[in-house]
């Protein structure tokens, strides 16, 4: 793509499917010239857009293609495309802005969208730091830290002004964070602020010169970081994530490398055991961990469960393909990641049903390679991400070729 474009205004993973509601800021909308200068059906399909991008991958974002875009404002009828659309293009586009990676993104929808995925960030470490204490171990959340540093610097380029911006939580992990970690603002256009805007689609134009910060809120200023983290972090988390009408969140479980259920072994106050390089133990735990971006231990309660299916006549071969299924269908951000753990996955019953889908092909799961023979490879897409955006899912892979649909009416 051309240099020349933005920065992606949101994060790449910034997947927001589980969140159900999108905020709409009713009085941001009535003033805007979106609402003055339009008519009822531009204003119609630029709502359309903005809801169909609230569940794209990354949020907030539109493939920049002309018939993708008509069809989800519902100018394309019976697989032609309507003529009021021409009339209804401009208007309904208002305020997306076209970037380096090739999409659409608007910068209200992005804005609402960094704040949400923000939040569902902390509420990730939260559950990874309240695990950590609950067990005794060390939790591993320097991915998630990273993530929300990226994102509260994304956020700030689009609106300094956000509260987001402020939470304890935010302001602890970006202080933690060493400064040559934390990434540039996109160079993006000027987008003012949500006290001033004008536009519920928001209009670009350049900064006036005297703007030093947004009116009625405070500055945020990189000093605003400096404030106690450690104090904050051992602070009661009580209230985190109100306010926020538009979602409904609860703590995320990480991978700890823990149960945190009632139906699996605790090993709290356990110490690792010794296993040798050869020990499938230690190849099944090494492997879960390579998928799972986690660090499992290898303690009693976990080596307890794979000898006990290795035992059962199950492969390491079995327990490997029963990973990369889970993997796939337990992708991150999931409300299931949770459970991709050995706890879970080899818990007797579980595996035993895990084992029999793969080999009945009830789910069209594959017990080879975790993306060489994947659904959305066999659909012709490159990512799962693109497939899942373009309509196509595991169920119906068989009925996508070359990234698209060959059959219209019924299954093959």
């Known amino acids: 793509m051309s240099s020349s474009l933005p920065s992606p205004l949101t994060s790449v993973d910034c997947n927001l499917r589980d969140f159900p509601f999108m905020p709409l800021h ?10 003055a200068d339009e008519t009822p059906e531009t204003c119609w399909a630029a709502l359309l857009l903005w809801s169909v991008s609230w569940h794209e991958v990354p ?3 539109v493939p920049d293609d002309d018939e993708w875009i008509a069809k989800r404002a519902r100018y394309w009828h019976r697989g032609k495309l309507d003529a009021e659309w021409v009339s209804v293009r401009e208007g309904a586009l208002r305020g997306w802005i076209r970037c380096s990676d090739g999409r659409l993104y608007h910068p209200v929808v992005a804005e609402n969208a960094l704040e949400a ?8 470490h939260a559950g990874a730091v309240g695990n950590s204490k609950r067990w005794g171990v060390d939790a591993d959340t320097d991915g998630i830290k990273a993530r929300v540093v990226e994102a509260a610097s994304l956020l700030r380029a689009i609106a300094p002004q956000s509260k987001t911006l402020r939470k304890k939580g935010v302001v602890v992990i970006v202080s933690e964070s060493p400064p040559d970690q934390i990434p540039s603002p996109p160079d993006i256009p000027f987008v003012a602020p949500r006290s001033v805007e004008a536009s519920g689609a928001t209009e670009i134009e350049s900064p006036p010169d005297d703007l030093e910060s947004p009116p009625d809120r405070p500055p945020i200023a990189p000093d605003g970081f400096n404030a106690s983290p450690r104090s904050l972090l ?20 990480l991978l700890s490398g823990n149960p945190d259920d009632a139906d699996t072994e605790e090993d709290h106050g ?17 492997y879960l961990n ?7 231990r290898f303690v009693e309660s976990n080596a307890r469960l794979i000898r006990g299916r290795l035992k059962e006549g199950c492969s390491v071969a079995d327990m490997k393909a029963v990973i990369d299924a889970q993997n796939r269908n337990w992708p991150p951000g999931d409300k299931m990641r949770q459970y991709f753990r050995p706890s879970t996955l080899f818990n007797a019953t579980r ?9 009945t092909g009830a789910a069209g799961a594959r017990s080879t390679g975790p993306d060489a023979d994947s659904w959305w490879r066999r659909a012709g897409f490159e990512f799962e991400y693109e497939a899942i955006n373009a309509g196509c899912s595991e169920k119906y892979a068989h009925l996508w070729r070359d990234g698209a649909r060959i059959v219209t009416g019924e299954a093959a």
């Open 26 to 35: 009713v009085q941001r909308l009535l003033n805007s010239d979106l609402a």
């Open 351 to 359: 595996f035993e049903q895990y084992l029999g889908v793969l080999k």
């Open 270 to 286: 356990q110490t690792e055991i010794a296993l040798d390089a050869s020990d499938p133990v230690r190849e099944v735990i090494e």
């Open 117 to 124: 995925w923000i939040e569902k960030l902390l509420n990730s």
């Open 290 to 296: 390579a998928r799972a971006g986690a660090h499992f």
């Open 234 to 253: 051992d602070r009661n988390r009580q209230g985190q994530g109100q306010g926020q009408g538009q979602v409904n969140l609860k703590p995320l479980n």
């Open 59 to 61: 949020c907030a974002s």
